[in-house]
Every structure is written in C-alpha cells, then in structure tokens.
C-alpha cells in the first residue's frame, strides 16, 4: 500500500513548502513554485529507501586508515591540471553548460582516454546509441571497454552498473533521469535531488568515478537545486557561449583540488582541442596603435593569463547614458568610472561607455582594475598605450592602486610573450624577487599610471 504525499518545491533553489507561494521565502523569484506529488510505500515508512546502501561505523580519528590512491590520468593536460593532477577515485563529478557547447563532445573524448583504465559505462537519456556511436567515431574516440546505454530509469541504471562491475559512469543527462519511487517527472527539484544523492552513494560504496552533466538555465545557472552542487565533489563549467570557437571551462569547486583554475579548449570538425597556451590565443588577433586598448594579466588558479581589455566611449544619444560591460562585474565598472571623474576630472557623464574583455573570458577578481580604468581614460582622452606595455593593479575610491597577489607569475608570463614593460601596484614592488628584462614601474595612483602609459 502506498501514501500519496503532496508538497511544493522552487525550481531555482530547491526550497520545500507545504503551500503555494508566488515568491520564494529562499531566494526571492517570483513563480518559481510548483506543486509535485510523490508516493511512499509502507514498508519504506518504517524503513528509509535506499537503493544503495552507504554508511560506515563510528570510528576516532586516529583509528581511521587513509588508503593510498592514485588518480586516473585522462592524458588530456589541460583537463588533468585543471582538476587537480586527474581524477580520483570514487568522486562525483558536476559538469555544466548551455546546449551545443562541447559536454557530450568533451565526455566522449575522456571516455576514450579512461578506458584503458576501466570500464566505462555510458547512459544517455537524450541521444539514441546510433548517434552516439557515430558521434564517437567522428572524434576518433576508442571503442574498446566502453558500454553504452539509452536508459532514464535510475533502478535500471544501477542494474547495468552491477552487470558490467564498470569503473567509471557518465550520465548525460541529469535531468532526464528519474527515480522511479518518485512521481516528479524527470528535471524536477525531487527528481534531480533524489537521483544526484543515489549516484552519491553509488560512488562512494562501490568506488566508482560518476560523471554527471547537467543543463542550464536561461539564467545561465546550473539547472535544478542548488543542493545538487553541495552533493558533488567536484563543479566544472563552460563559462562562455558556443557561438565561441575557445571554450572555457572553469572549476567552481573542487574538494580535491585548486578551485577557479580553467581550462581552454577549441571546438573544431574532430572535437574539443585543448590550448597549452591560451595567452597566445586571447592576444593573437590585438589591434596595434588604436585607442582604448590595453593588456592586462590576470590568475585564473594558479596560471597567469594575459588578455586584451576594450573600451569605447562615445557622445550619448539619449538622456541616460548607456554602460554595457561583457567580462567584468558592471557595478565594479561604474565605480572605476566615478573615480575617473572625480580623480581624472573626465567627462563621463554624458557618454556611452563599453567595455569588453577580449576572448569571452569571465573575470572574477579586482586586478583588473587598472587596466580597465586606463582603456577607458584612453578611449575617452584619445591617447594610445603602447603595445609593450601590460597593466594590472586594483584601483581604490580615492584613486590609489592597491597590491594583488602573485605578481611574480604576472610579470614572468608577461616577459616570455615579449613585453617590454609593465606597470604594476608600488606595494607589490617590496616583495617582488624578479631580475629578468622587462621594465617594471610601480605606481600609486590612477593619475601616475596614466602618466606613464602617455610617456
């Protein structure tokens, strides 16, 4: 006999309620409740189901033995350093992104890399196995020890993972799973919730590597819970557009690794192809002698990377002045602006100003600050920067530059792709150990380090 039980669930935070609200109390959108209705069996009353079983006894910590693992390499650099060094055994793995950008591609292709060292068990629940088979031979994917499956029924998906003993799971993808003990349809709150906590359990008692993609919003937030980020161990996401020829793709958590490192890759005819050197890329195609062009270098984990920074400003045609930003935060933006009125007294005012961070790359941090406020004194002044010159620095209310970590692996990467100068915060000048060719000046003002751009 089963209990039918009825609650509402967001579908954008995952927050439960047993009556319908027009905004979520949790994160504040509007329409986001819907009502899902599930059904409890009596024996699973008095007993929590599980279709896997994952506990351990109680233990002290210095009774705990730490058993020595050893990571699978895919042999794909980009993706091995990004995690971490590979991918270690028994770990849940998030990897998102728009429709069209690469997941499937990418999959396929670690797929191949990692049969050699297991089995590896492939479910989609979107594609039929013809068109997988025929995407895989376009890639020029290995074949051997790769199992596929067309299958959205969690039960029958953990059956095939029984029957094959397989090492390694892929999901493709999540929210076209179900669980059937569940009446949500598949891509609901519950269903995701319910299906990303069994394949937790899954990979954690039988030590298997689950993969699982994940679709996203129109947002461009991961699709379901947030909860199902919390459960993986590990976060990967395709940060920019498909439309984009250079894929990003970012680590947003990572419990065994460096968190915020990416990883460049290249969509062409035979898949994804990774970049050793995305510095190169971002800059190869840099206009020379034209205003409101600057190059900064920036940290993305531990890599230095160096990019070329747009502005333009132009007369407004309209009673409010337009401020369009792709790259950077826009409320960092409009602050560099007023303090170049304030400090620079520049008129800004009364112009559009657009700024765009070349490549599609997203930057998190403040050291780009600088560079950005000098493209746009740039672009409005109608002054060059020189083409030798690379500037990074955080810029404060009052005008001064403040320090940012890692400057040595700034300037370093700076001087092996041959530049001649490059103005750095004065703060950053005390412990920096660097006795190569490049011209250093540092600086403690925005006014300072235009002066210098000029000179």
Known sequence: ????????????????????????????????????????????????RQLTRFSS????????LVKDFSRYRTNITEFDRMIGGGIVPGSLIL????????????????????????????????????QIKSRAERLGVKKENIFLASETNL??????????ESKF????????IYHPELAGAPGTVGQV?????????????????????????????????????????????????RQHTYRILRVYKN?????????????????????????????????????GNVVTVTMEGTRPILLEVQALTVKTSFGMPRRMVSG????????????????????????????????????????VDLAIACAIASANSNFICSKDIVVFGEVGLSGEIRSVALTGERVFEAEKLGFKKIIIPKGNLKNLSYKGKIEIFGTETLEQAIKIIKS
């Open 169 to 176: 799971l892929i999901i493709d993808s999540i929210q076209t």
């Open 328 to 367: 950077y935060d826009a409320n960092r933006i409009i602050i560099l602006i007023a303090v170049l009125e304030k400090k620079l007294a520049l008129s800004l005012e009364i112009q559009d100003i657009f700024v765009n961070i070349v490549g599609g790359v997203k930057i998190k941090g403040t050291s």
């Open 1 to 48: 006999m089963k209990k039918q039980k009825t609650k509402f669930l967001c579908q954008h935070c995952g927050y439960e309620s047993v009556q319908w609200f027009g905004k979520c109390p949790c994160c504040g959108v509007w329409n986001s409740f819907t009502e899902e209705k599930f059904f409890v069996p009596s024996k699973i009353l008095s007993n929590a």
């Open 255 to 291: 419990r065994f690794g460096p968190t915020s490192e990416i990883g460049v890759f290249e969509m062409n005819s035979s898949g994804l192809k990774e970049v050793s050197d995305p510095s190169l890329i971002f800059l190869g195609e840099r206009t020379t002698n034209t205003v």
């Open 155 to 164: 039960q029958n998906i953990v059956d095939a993972v029984n029957k094959i």
């Open 95 to 130: 990897l998102g992104g728009s429709p069209g950008i690469g997941k499937s591609t990418l999959m396929l292709h670690i797929s191949g890399c990692l049969s050699g060292q297991g089995t590896v068990l492939y479910i989609s629940g979107e594609e039929s196995l013809s």
């Open 57 to 64: 006894e109680v233990l002290k910590l210095n009774e705990i």
């Open 193 to 241: 919730r319910e299906t990303a906590a069994e394949l937790l359990k899954i990979a954690k008692s039988r030590n298997i590597t689950i993969f699982i993609l994940g679709h996203v919003t129109k947002d461009g937030d991961l699709a379901g819970p947030k909860v199902l980020e919390h459960i993986v161990d590990t976060v990967l996401y395709f940060e920019n557009e």
